[in-house]
C-alpha cells in the first residue's frame, strides 16, 4: 500500500530494481555458508535492534479526522465531473448543494456525536468492520488478495521452504507477543530517529512525549493496531454478519496437503518453538501419508465450502458443528495460529540472470487455485507450491496490507539470514483431521466445487513485466513513479474502450490510530485533459501528464491524512441506513452510483521481500490491477472476467511506451 505524499512509501516497502533481481540470490549465496556459522535454529524471536517497545506510540496516535463536510462535497463533485455528462453534472450539481445544506449537515453532526463518543478508535474502524463482515460474497476472488514472495536458492525444496517459513513465522509470532517487534514508523531523517541514545529517551518517555519526540525528529509512528490478527485468527460465518475469532494462546498451525487437514503443534507448552528439524519430520510425515504421485486426495474436500457464499456458508457450518467430532476439527482449524498450504502444483515464476519471468497460472495459484487445498476464512494462508515458490493469500475483513506487507518482509530476510534449515531424519507419521459428512454437506461440497471451477474459469489473469524504465527514469525526471503508472491505466483504457471510468487506488491511514484506508480516484479532471492531449497528439503532452501526475499526488497526499471523501461519504450513508430505510436523494442520484462503482482497483503490491501480487476485479465488469513499481520496471498482475485482462494489460504497456516517449523528447 503506498502511504503517499511526504511519506513517499512506507519504510519496508522500498523496491527491488528488475536489473537486480538476482540480488537474492546472491544474498542468499553468501549466507549459504552456514555450517561456518553458529546454529541460530534455536532462536526464539527475530533479530530486532530497537529498544522500543512495539505498541509504545499506540496510545498517543493522533485521531484520523472528519473531513469538513464541505470539503468532502467539493472533492466529490471534482472526483464525479470526468464520469459523466455535463447535463448529469449540473443535476448532481444542485443534489449536492441540497445534502450540505439540509440532510448532509445533519448526518454530519450525528458522525461527529458518534465520533465523539468513541474516542478510543476511529470514526470509520467499525464501520468498515461491519460493511465487511455483512458482505454475503464469496470472500474468494472479491476480497482475497495475494503476495508473492522472492524464491529462496538456499531452500529450493517444499518441505525445506514450507519449514523454514514456518520457523521464521514462529519468530515474528513471539516477538510480536513479547512485543519486542519495532514499531512500525516511517523515518524521514533516520540519522535523528534511530540509535541508542533517541531510543533509551524515548522509552523513558509517556507515550505522548514520544510521539512528539518522534515527530519532532521526523519519524512519524503508524497504527499496529491490526498486528495481534495477523496469527490465530479467522472470519466465521453467520447468515447476516460474519464474526472475526481471534485464539490468544494457540501452539498449532493447521497443514493442508491434497485436501486434508493436518493438526500440527509447532510451540511447546511453555511457549518456546518446536525445532525446525521436528516441524520438517511432521510436514514429511503428511506428504508421506498421500504421496504427490498417487492421486488419493479428498473426495469431499471441506474447504471448498469457504468458497460459499458467507449465508450458504454459514449454514452448512451449523450441520456440520452438529457433529461433536466436526466441532472438535473446526475448532483446531479455527484457532490455528495460520494454515500452510502445500500444493502438488509447481509454480512457473523464476529468478535468472535476465531477471524475472512468470506467466498467469503462477498468480492464479496463489490467487484461487483449484480451492481443493485451502481454507479462505484464516486470516492469512502460507502457501507453498510444489517445487517451493511460496506466497500469502490473506482474508481481508480483519486488517490491511500493511501488517501482512511486513509480517512477509521480517520473515523472508529472517529465513535468508537463518540459511539452509536444519532437516529432520524420519518422516513422523501425520493422521489427517476427521469430518463426519452428511448427504446435505457432500452434496453442497460438489457444488461449490462445479461453482469455484466456474468462477475460476472465468477469470482472466494476465502478468506483465515492463523493463523499458523505472523509478530511476521517473525520478530523474521529476515525476511521480505512482501518479505516471496511474495515468498509463487511464490512458490505456482509453486506448481499450474510448471512454475513462471510475479509478480507486488504495491508500493507508495507518497514520491515525485505528486507520483503515481511503481512496484516491485517479481519474481526474486533469487525467482526462492528459488522455486527449495523447489521443490528439497535441504538443503540451507533456505538460497536461505533469499536471495530471501533479493532481494525482495532491489527492494521494490528502488521502493519506485522512482528507479524502470516499470514506467520509461512506459514514454518512451508513449513519443514514441506521436512521432510516429511506436514503438522502443524494445517495440515490446516478452519479454516486457511477463514481462508486470502481471499475478499475488498484493497488502497489511489490516489496523488498515481494515479487508480485494480485487481487480480483471488484465488480463483474471491472479490473484488478496490482502493480508494482521498481527501479527499473514494473511488475502488473492484471484480471477481468470478460476476457480483456490481456487485451487491458497490452495497452497499459502500450501507454508506458507512450508515455516514456513524451518524456524522451
Known amino acids: 500500500h503506498v502511504f503517499p505524499g511526504r511519506f513517499s512509501y512506507f519504510r519496508r516497502v522500498e523496491m527491488l530494481s528488475i536489473r537486480s533481481m538476482t540480488t537474492v540470490e546472491a544474498r542468499a549465496g553468501v549466507r549459504a555458508l552456514s555450517s561456518l556459522l553458529p546454529d541460530l535454529s534455536g532462536e526464539q524471536i527475530l533479530s530486532q535492534k530497537t529498544r ?8 498517543a496516535l493522533p485521531r484520523l479526522p472528519i473531513p469538513r463536510l464541505e470539503q468532502t462535497c467539493s472533492r466529490y463533485l471534482a472526483s464525479v465531473q470526468p464520469l459523466v455528462s455535463p447535463e448529469q453534472f449540473e443535476k448532481t450539481q444542485k443534489i449536492t448543494e441540497n445534502f450540505l445544506m439540509g440532510v448532509g ?55 525445506e521452504r514450507a519449514t523454514s517459513l514456518i520457523m521464521s513465522s514462529l519468530r515474528f509470532y513471539q516477538t510480536l507477543k513479547q512485543e519486542k517487534l519495532d514499531p512500525e514508523v516511517f523515518h524521514t531523517k533516520p540519522e535523528k530517529s534511530k540509535g541508542v541514545l533517541y531510543e533509551t529517551l524515548t522509552n523513558m518517555l509517556p507515550a505522548k512525549l514520544a510521539y512528539v519526540l518522534a515527530y519532532s525528529r521526523g519519524a512519524y509512528p503508524l497504527d499496529m493496531s ?47 518453538n518446536k525445532s525446525a528439524a521436528e516441524v520438517h519430520s511432521r510436514l514429511k510425515g503428511i506428504m508421506l501419508s498421500q504421496p504427490a504421485n498417487v492421486h488419493t486426495e479428498e473426495e469431499f474436500p471441506v474447504g471448498l465450502l469457504t468458497s460459499l457464499d458467507r449465508t450458504t456458508w454459514a449454514g452448512l457450518r451449523e450441520d456440520l458443528i452438529a457433529n461433536k467430532m466436526n466441532e472438535e476439527s473446526l475448532h483446531l482449524i479455527d484457532s490455528a495460529l495460520f494454515v500452510v498450504c502445500l500444493d502438488d502444483v509447481p509454480s512457473a515464476f523464476s529468478l535468472t540472470p535476465e531477471g524475472m519471468k512468470g506467466n498467469a497460472q503462477d498468480a492464479k495459484l496463489f490467487l484461487h487455485s483449484d480451492g481443493i487445498n485451502r481454507w479462505w476464512d484464516k486470516s492469512f494462508s502460507l502457501i507453498v507450491s510444489a517445487n517451493g515458490a511460496a506466497g500469502v493469500n490473506f482474508e481481508h475483513s480483519w486488517g490491511d496490507g ?4 511486513r509480517y512477509m518482509t521480517e520473515v523472508f530476510d529472517d529465513a535468508l539470514a537463518r540459511g539452509a534449515i536444519a532437516q529432520g531424519t524420519d518422516a513422523i507419521p501425520a ?18 466445487n462445479q461453482q469455484f471451477q466456474k468462477k475460476a474459469g472465468s477469470l482472466g489473469l494476465e502478468f506483465v513485466k515492463f523493463g523499458a524504465f523505472g523509478k530511476d527514469f521517473l525520478k530523474s525526471s521529476k ?25 480507486y487506488e488504495s491508500a493507508s491511514t495507518a497514520a491515525f490510530k485505528h486507520g483503515r484506508t481511503e481512496t484516491i480516484r485517479s481519474c481526474t479532471n486533469e487525467a482526462v485533459a492528459f488522455v486527449q492531449a495523447m489521443a490528439n497528439k497535441r504538443t503540451d503532452r507533456e505538460e497536461l501528464l505533469r499536471a495530471a501526475v501533479h493532481k494525482h499526488f495532491e489527492l494521494s497526499k490528502n488521502a493519506a491524512m485522512g482528507q479524502g471523501h470516499d470514506r467520509h461519504l461512506f459514514a454518512l450513508k451508513y449513519i443514514s441506513e441506521r436512521q432510516s430505510s429511506t436514503l438522502p436523494d443524494f445517495y440515490a442520484d446516478p452519479s454516486y452510483s457511477t463514481m462508486s462503482t470502481s471499475i478499475i482497483s488498484t493497488s502497489t503490491l511489490v516489496g523488498s521481500a515481494i515479487c508480485s501480487g494480485g487481487f480480483g476485479p471488484v465488480v463483474p465488469e471491472g479490473y484488478g490491477v496490482g502493480y508494482g513499481m521498481v527501479d527499473d520496471g514494473c511488475v502488473l498482475n492484471v484480471t477481468n472476467y470478460n476476457n480483456e485482462a490481456g487485451d487491458f494489460a497490452a495497452a497499459i504497456v502500450e501507454s508506458l511506451h507512450d508515455i516514456y516517449g513524451v518524456l524522451k523528447r
Open 226 to 272: 491490526q498486528y495481534p490478527n495477523l496469527f490465530g485468527t479467522t472470519r466465521v460465518p453467520h447468515p447476516v454478519k460474519d464474526e472475526i475469532r481471534h485464539f490468544a494462546d494457540s501452539n498449532h498451525i493447521v497443514v493442508l496437503w491434497r485436501g486434508q487437514f493436518y493438526h500440527v503443534n509447532v510451540r511447546n507448552e511453555d511457549g518456546s
Open 479 to 503: 515525476i511521480s513513479p505512482d501518479g505516471t503508472l496511474q495515468m498509463a491505466i487511464q490512458l490505456g483504457h482509453w486506448k481499450l474502450k474510448g471512454k475513462l471510468v471510475s479509478t
Open 431 to 448: 493422521d489427517p483431521l476427521a469430518f463426519h459428512l452428511s448427504d446435505k454437506v457432500k452434496r453442497a461440497i460438489k457444488d461449490a
Open 52 to 59: 522500543i517497545g512495539t505498541y509504545k506510540y499506540q496510545p
Open 105 to 159: 449537515n445533519d448526518l454530519n453532526k450525528a458522525l461527529i456525536a458518534h465520533d465523539s463518543a468513541n474516542r478510543h478508535s476511529s470514526y470509520i474502524s467499525e464501520m468498515w468492520f461491519d460493511m465487511y463482515l455483512r458482505d454475503r460474497r464469496t470472500v474468494v476472488f472479491n476480497h482475497n488478495p495475494f503476495m508473492r514472495w522472492w524464491n529462496d536458492p538456499q531452500n529450493p525444496g517444499q518441505i
Open 402 to 405: 500493511v501488517a501482512v506487507l
